[in-house]
């Protein structure tokens, strides 16, 4: 018995797919960082907030905005053919979000 299958319908692959999947993954992580943004900024509203926790705040923001950016720029990269390597964005968007992540827990904090 051979080992070797035939290569039908099913066995073929289309690359555009799993471009498609990972651009919708990046489309899901920049959704969960508004998310996280807005849990931040209620925190700007609470009573006797005071300037530590509005400048606070407006890092959190900035950082939602690179993240959101960061993101879209990358789904941006997967729609084009064939779909640029994102090395630089992966790095760029882990840092922001270790920067996100120490301002959230100084924000807890205060």
Not at 16 to 30: C, D, F, M, Q
Not at 72 to 94: I, N
Request: proline letters at 5%; zero cysteines.
């Amino acid at each position: 018995m051979s080992a070797e299958r035939d290569a039908g319908p099913a066995d073929e692959r289309d690359a555009g797919v799993s471009a498609e999947r990972t651009g919708l993954a990046w489309r899901r992580t920049g959704l969960s960082a508004s998310a996280v943004a807005l849990l931040m900024l209620r925190h700007a509203f609470e009573p006797g907030a005071g300037s530590a926790i509005f400048l606070m705040v407006a890092v959190a923001l900035l950082g939602w905005a690179m993240l959101v950016g960061i993101a879209y720029r990358r789904a941006r990269g997967l729609r084009a053919w064939p779909p640029r390597p994102g090395q630089r964005t992966v790095r760029a968007y882990a840092l922001v979000t270790v920067v996100l992540a120490a301002t959230g827990t100084m924000l807890v904090m205060l």
